[in-house]
């Protein structure tokens, strides 16, 4: 028997629950892990708060981030052997160029079950080993957040030196992109209500801020930042609710990169067709994408930002830390 947490219902962090399921043996193509540590992303405390709108079936095991060690596999696998450290992969049949219908519905902890697990088996091409220097709980925040802003600004955006790049808030996705950007040379404005986390991303390499709290207008702050031209890019956390600013603080043929549904609202999009901004709908990346970050944090040494860790056994701590929504990074919980 394997110890699992388990969406029991749709009454929110209080209906997870610690449980038991037998121990399975990997099949044809699949892989057993021993999971070492579980990060959390907003999505996961949304399938935990909002549950039937999602599809969420009971019970479910949540998470899709997770990294540990390959201790069996089934028949027939050869891109990983036993003992090799591994991150999940977000989608677990996307492995390469665009998204298709099959791919989407292969989300761990959402149509298929997460990882927040002693042990989970996944399809060989579901796991990638992560970078050497990389402790598990760093390498744990890698599979969605990670991947979504190294999606963002490389696979789409495609960042060149020099450009300057808006960031929204100072989540996992948000300072995933502020090392990015600076590991690509490019030059990020943070935006975040605390000027304590706009310190420390200045800190990390941000070379403008603003507090949207005393500046509600932040757009017009980016604009003189930016000489009145606005930024190249913006890594798009808010959804509907930030994207009108977004457009606003963009330079004319400049990019979006739609993450989040953060806040919530409505949007006119005449000015972003005026300036022709291209926006593009980012959803976490391939194997392939996961292959090629981890290939620029090995070259470049990179950490991740971990904000808290916490014990398997209060892992629901993990989920009211994101509710909060104090932390500067990554939420990971360790097994």
Known sequence: MIRCYEIASAEGIGSLVL??????????????????????????LMMIEDPVPRGVRYPTVPNSDAAGDVIAV???VTAVKVGDRVATCFFQRWNSGTITSDGMNSALGGVLDGVLAEQVVLGEKGVIRFPEHLSYNEASTL???????????????????????LLLGT???????????????ARPIVISSSDEKIQ???????????????????????MELTD???VDVVVEVGGAGTLERSVAATRVAGR???????????????MMMRKSIRLQGIYVGS??????MNEAISSDQMKPVIDQTFPFADAACAYYAMQRAEHLGKLVVAL
């Open 74 to 76: 089934g028949p027939g």
């Open 19 to 44: 449980n038991q399921r037998d121990h399975r043996t990997p099949g044809r193509g699949e892989v057993l892990v021993q999971v070492r540590a579980s990060s959390i992303n907003y999505r996961d």
């Open 200 to 222: 420390r991303a200045r800190s990390m390499g941000a070379v403008g801020s603003v507090n949207y709290q005393t500046t509600p207008k932040w757009d017009e702050r980016v």
């Open 171 to 185: 989540g996992g996705v948000s300072i995933f992109a502020l090392q990015f950007a600076c590991m690509l040379g």
């Open 287 to 292: 194997h392939d994408m996961f292959k090629r």
């Open 228 to 230: 009145g031209v606005g």
């Open 143 to 165: 599979p969605c957040a990670a991947l979504t802003a190294w999606h963002a600004l490389v696979e789409f955006a495609d960042i060149q030196p020099g450009e300057t790049v």
């Open 256 to 270: 979006i990169a739609l993450i989040g549904v953060l806040a919530g609202g409505t949007m006119n999009p005449t």
